[in-house]
């Protein structure tokens, strides 16, 4: 059984930084791509970050790019978020997403989310 | 980056009814295109992927359509536990994804 099992959130002051963690078990996780998903409360759903299998190629949305790091340990099957200079608007559940479907490219598997609280 | 549209943003409907909601993109994205269920406090869960093709243990009654800008996700009988909100989402551009805004189906 496929799981992702993130960790990390909680409460920081704006400025301040903070590291997610994903965990993977239950499928090969150097075969696929991984990604970062949040949702901020009472929104819908907006990309941060993506890894490919062999953290050759990654990519950022314009709102964190420069601030975050995505990297992944495929010796350890985890996936990392670090976040730096965060912002209020920053605030949100953030998801780690299994990259599947082959070519047609989906998230066919997610975790439970973790939360991500910038305040002051 | 790509842009997606979902319409409507709400819709109230009953048990037994047909649903049909639309997702449009900005430019073409062939059938790069997925339906996510999401439901209060839990991830979201992939219902059809590549604009037609369901997810292994999503129910028959989910069915997806569309290529190019234009898609569709039809629910042919609505169920209880059908209730939640809807999002499209293009991986065409991988892995700068995009979202469509979502759409809450609620019980009338």
């Known amino acids: 059984e496929v799981q992702l099992v993130e960790s990390g959130g909680g409460l920081v002051q704006p400025g301040r930084s903070l590291r997610l963690s994903c965990a993977a078990s239950g499928f090969i996780f150097d075969d696929y791509a991984m990604h970062w998903v949040r949702q901020a409360p009472g929104k819908g759903l907006e990309w941060v970050s993506g890894i490919s299998w062999d953290s050759g190629s990654m990519g950022y949305a314009d709102s964190v790019k420069g601030r975050f790091t995505i990297s992944r340990d495929n010796a350890k099957n985890s996936l990392y978020l670090q976040m730096y200079s965060l912002r209020a608007e920053d605030t949100a559940l953030y998801f780690c997403?299994?990259?599947?479907?082959?070519?047609?490219?989906?998230?066919?598997?997610w975790g439970q989310g973790t939360p991500v609280t910038v305040s002051s | 980056d790509i842009q997606m549209t979902q319409s409507p943003s709400s819709l109230s409907a009953s048990v037994g009814d047909r649903v049909t909601i639309t997702c449009r993109a900005s430019q073409s994205i062939t059938t790069y295109l997925n339906w996510y269920q999401q439901k209060p406090g839990k991830a979201p869960n992939l219902l059809i992927y590549g604009a037609s093709s369901l997810q292994s243990g999503v129910p028959s009654r989910f069915s997806g359509s569309g290529s190019g800008t234009d898609f569709t996700l039809t629910i042919s009988s609505l169920q209880p536990e059908d209730f939640a909100t809807y999002y499209c989402?293009?991986?065409?551009?991988?892995?700068?994804?995009?979202f469509g805004p979502g759409t809450k189906v609620d019980i009338k």
């Open positions: 997403a299994k990259v599947g479907c082959s070519g047609a490219s989906c998230y066919d598997h």
């Open positions: 989402q293009q991986t065409y551009s991988t892995p700068r994804v995009t």
